[in-house]
């Protein structure tokens, strides 16, 4: 029996793919711990040189950053970091409060058994990455805990809506998660979304969730301010 021929493409393009990865959570994590300041711009050529890789897995992971809300692309100038605006914040935050009250009542209005093993997965995963300190992994599974929320109420529109702000909204939810003692905070905060979803009870579900995404603004803001104070 002959061995069959080995797919070269298809084992390069893993290689790439998970080289793309990499370089994308690292880059994230500089991004949100501070290394890479908000307006900075990211040299791609540099990048390349200091990994020794090629120029075009660098491109796709920024490409992928871009596309997560994390940077901006500026025609003929290249990458920066997005810098995060006190206005953008607050406005683009009461619009998502507005879209998660909704979403939670109408899920407390049509939630089933398999919709709450649906959302108690997400919880676990949350739980397990403050455990592991974990904010990237912690957002994701944030993230798909209140998609999850609004594919429950059975709305697509809804459904469509909400993507597009949560990925306007990506960095600013990456660096609030990323402040100190923030995960446990956000944690205990989602077990109370679950608790008033899983009672059924419309409006205790929608205050709830207006409630939890207000907090997270007020957070965010007030860390905009100290950091704006500290360096005047």
């Not at 990048?47 to 500026?74: F, K, Y």
């Not at 676990?124 to 109420?153: K, P, Q």
Request: with cysteine.
């Amino acid at each position: 029996m002959q061995m069959k021929q080995f797919d070269v493409g298809e084992i390069r393009e893993l290689q790439s793919k998970s080289l793309v990865d990499v370089i994308f959570r690292q880059m994230e994590g500089m991004i949100l711990s501070g290394s890479i300041q908000p307006g900075e711009r990211i040299n791609e050529s540099r990048i390349a040189n200091l990994l020794g890789v090629s120029r075009a897995p660098i491109r796709e992971a920024l490409r992928l950053l871009a596309s997560s809300g994390i940077l901006d692309t500026q025609a003929n100038r290249g990458m920066f970091v997005r810098e995060i605006k006190a206005r953008e914040v607050d406005e683009l935050y009461d619009i998502r409060a507005a879209l998660d009250a909704l979403a939670g009542e109408r899920a407390a209005e049509s939630i089933a058994e398999g919709h709450l093993r649906v959302l108690e997965k997400w919880m676990r995963e949350m739980a397990a990455c403050v455990e592991a300190n974990d904010t990237g992994a912690y957002y994701r599974a944030n993230l798909d805990f209140h998609t999850a929320i609004v594919e429950i109420s059975g709305n697509e529109n809804l459904l469509s809506i909400y993507e597009g702000i949560c990925k306007r909204m990506s960095l600013f939810r990456r660096v609030s998660l990323s402040l100190p003692g923030q995960l446990g905070v956000s944690l205990q905060r989602h077990r109370l979304i679950l608790e008033a979803i899983t009672s059924r009870d419309p409006l205790r579900a929608a205050a709830v969730l207006r409630n939890h995404t207000l907090e997270a603004k007020k957070t965010l803001l007030r860390a905009i301010q100290e950091k704006k104070g500290a360096q005047e």
